[in-house]
């Protein structure tokens, strides 16, 4: 899939990613059979798609390219991109645009919370492009957000996953008193990784956020997730679950990167199943309440379901003291 030109934007056409333009095209691995994605054909696709475009939403599934969409759509689970389409950081593995972003519209947070309760959806996973340019990087409309959600559909849960806010102080704060049952933030890399996967982050940043909703309010539960075959080591990877326990993160989530186009960060490897797997094992004995690992594991995939795996590993794990 190459998206190199953004006919979203507008009717000129725009480089998606200029900051990459130049890059040379890399190598491509030949993908294993355990990559497996159904075609987006479904009705309850068709009938999302309806939904999402009529509420003139953005959704990470569509800009993100997920593997996932045929199957979450199908079953109604969306993850709604506020803010808009273009994000100002250039992350080596992102398909969001990058550029300078649109001002804010003051009515997206009612059209989400409408779409929501169209939807009829149980949980839902709001996610933001990062918006540097903001004096709040966006705090308060995540905060309008979720009350709009809450008006529209009281019974629905929701998760938000968030930019890291850096150099935004008091961001984090106005979020976390908005009170989101699940509060996700990814890692998405070892460290070693951060300069040329995710450059305009920084580690010690995200794991420092995630520490702080916990000691903000230790009733939300803490998510974060990570891509592997950009060319970590193992023992990086164990090393990354140790730090996210220190800072009391609940739910991990492991999937396998994929590269959106050829001037894309490479995939370095295939991680297999049976890796996968043993993640997960390892994760566990570090005390996640719930982990998710597979090759096709997304940070929004099946969300509602783990939510739900989330509750009943707490409760457990409250009655076991
Ligand atoms: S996994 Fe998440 S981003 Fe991908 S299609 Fe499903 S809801 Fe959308």
């Given at each position: ?237 164990l090393?990354?679950m ?38 997960e094992t390892v994760a566990y004995t570090k005390g996640f309440?719930?982990v ?30």
């Open positions: 899939m190459v998206t190199l030109l953004d006919t979203k934007a507008g009717a000129v056409l725009r480089p998606r990613h200029p900051e990459k333009a130049h890059r040379p095209d890399s190598a491509q691995l030949p993908k294993p059979d355990w990559i497996r994605v159904r075609a987006p054909v479904s009705a309850g696709y068709a009938e999302t798609r309806e939904i999402v475009q009529s509420h003139k939403l953005v959704t990470v599934c569509e800009e993100a390219g997920c593997p996932n969409i045929g199957g979450c759509w199908e079953q109604k689970h969306a993850t709604f991109m506020i803010m808009g389409g273009i994000c100002t950081r250039a992350c080596a593995f992102c398909n969001v645009a990058t550029g300078l972003p649109h001002a804010l519209d003051p009515d997206e947070p009612a059209s989400v919370g409408r779409a929501v309760a169209k939807m009829g959806l149980n949980h839902v996973v709001i996610t933001s492009v990062d918006r540097d340019d903001l004096a709040d990087g966006g705090a308060q409309h995540f905060v309008e957000t979720i009350r709009a959600i809450r008006a529209a559909a009281p019974l629905t849960t929701i998760e938000i996953l968030t930019p890291d806010f850096l150099r935004k102080p008091g961001a984090l704060e106005t979020v976390v008193a908005a009170r989101p049952d699940v509060f996700n933030h990814n890692l998405e890399t070892v460290p070693s990784n951060y300069l040329t996967v995710r450059p305009g982050a920084r580690y010690f940043h995200s794991i420092r956020l995630l520490q702080r909703v916990k000691e903000l309010d230790p009733t939300i539960f803490t998510k974060s997730g990570i891509m592997v075959g950009l060319g970590e080591e193992r023992n990086e990877v090393q990354l140790d730090d996210l326990r220190t800072a009391d993160v609940d739910f991990l989530t492991i999937g396998q990167y994929l590269q959106p186009t050829k001037k894309h960060h490479p995939v370095k490897a295939y991680v297999t199943p049976e890796e996968f797997k043993s993640y309440l719930v998710a690992a597979s090759p096709l594991t997304r940070s929004s995939h099946h969300a509602g379901a783990d939510f739900q795996r989330l509750k009943a590993a707490r409760l457990a794990r409250q009655a076991a003291a």
